[in-house]
């Protein structure tokens, strides 16, 4: 018999509880969330990417990373409680998504203009790393 991967057993245990509270499908939040996504760490892009931002828009991300740092402590919270109160912060969080997204996009955007920048700019990257 044939070993179910990480990501197919979540997806059947997912399942079960779904249909028990109605949430959202899997492939709603992986589109929304890019579960099957790993995330990396790069100590350069953090460097060159701290230029791209002014004092208010660093302010504003502060603020949106602590809303959004509270919200996953909230789920863990949650997910340490019940199944029900896990099904009930999916929910919340589904109908929350809308206006995270929406500042999460912003942010994005700023980075995709500003790299856009740099990558037409001549002036060597100041690294130090």
Known sequence: ??????????KENYEKVKKKYKLPTFEEL???FEIRKIDYDSNLIKEIESNFF????IHNMVIFYKK???LLHIGVNAS???EADEAKFVNDMWLEWPKLKKKAKHFSDKLMESWAQAEKDDAP?????
């Open 1 to 10: 018999m044939e070993e179910k991967d990480n990501l197919e057993l979540l």
């Open 80 to 82: 340490l409680s019940s």
């Open 54 to 57: 002014n004092e208010e828009d």
């Open 68 to 70: 959004i740092w509270h």
């Open 125 to 129: 990257l100041n690294y130090t790393g």
């Open 30 to 32: 992986d589109d929304e």
